[in-house]
């Protein structure tokens, strides 16, 4: 069993449309993430979300909206893509007070 | 946060002993170290992590100086399917952010 999936794996779209990745974890964590790596490789952290809360929100776009249904998802929408939005978006999840961070495997988004 | 310095690159033969370097000379007393690794197209996959003492596990070795401003990653026989990116990371306490710097990308030689 997977971990931490995201669907999908891989999505083109145009500029201008909206758009959502989907992120499920079946570790029984309480704390989910959204990292963005872009061409130059750079990890950053977009979100955190502690049992369906927001805690962490990075300096981003507010086209970007996270949405925690259940301690066990967390979802992106993207609103209006631009160019700039193409990149690696992975999902993560670890526990509050855990040192290990477990990533999905990532969806490769290209606006075109 | 506290910043981590990397070499950009390093190349090792396969079957030998890696030593990726990582300086920390910012690193306050209650940062853990932490150690990611990321293969070609995938999503960072945990190595290791530290705070005071040496550590080890089935993956690796973290070998910490001892006034914490260093720290050696050491994977003692190299295979293939360890070229990555092996990222060097400071978290503030148990359960904060983890900031990615630029990473080492580990080449192993056939």
């Known amino acids: 069993d997977t971990a931490v999936s995201q669907t999908p794996k891989y999505l083109v779209t145009q500029m201008g449309n909206d758009k959502s990745i989907k992120c499920e974890q079946n570790?029984?964590?309480?704390?989910m993430y959204w990292y963005k790596q872009d061409s130059k490789k750079f990890l950053k952290i977009m979100f955190s979300?502690?049992?369906?809360?927001?805690?962490i929100n990075e300096t981003v776009p507010n086209r970007f909206s996270p949405k925690s249904p259940d301690k066990a998802h967390l979802n992106l929408h993207i609103n209006s893509l631009e160019l700039g939005d193409s990149a690696v978006y992975f999902c993560a999840s670890s526990w509050t007070r855990g040192n290990t961070i477990y990533f999905g495997e990532g969806s490769w988004l290209t606006v075109v | 946060d506290a910043k981590t310095t990397q070499p950009n690159s390093m190349e090792s033969n396969e079957e030998e002993p890696v030593h990726l370097p990582c300086n920390h000379s910012?690193?306050?007393?209650?940062?853990?170290i932490h150690w990611y690794r990321q293969l070609p197209s995938q999503g960072p996959e945990y190595v290791i992590h530290?705070?005071?003492s040496n550590v080890n596990n089935r993956m690796a070795s973290l070998a910490i100086a001892e006034d914490r401003k260093s720290s050696t990653l050491i994977l003692h026989r190299a295979t293939l399917r360890d070229a990555a990116v092996y990222y060097c990371i400071l978290q503030e306490t148990s359960g904060s952010r983890l900031t990615f710097g630029e990473g080492t990308q580990l080449t192993v030689n056939p």
């Open positions: 910012t690193i306050s007393g209650t940062d853990y």
């Open positions: 530290g705070l005071t």
């Open positions: 570790l029984g964590h309480d704390t």
């Open positions: 979300y502690n049992n369906k809360e927001l805690i």
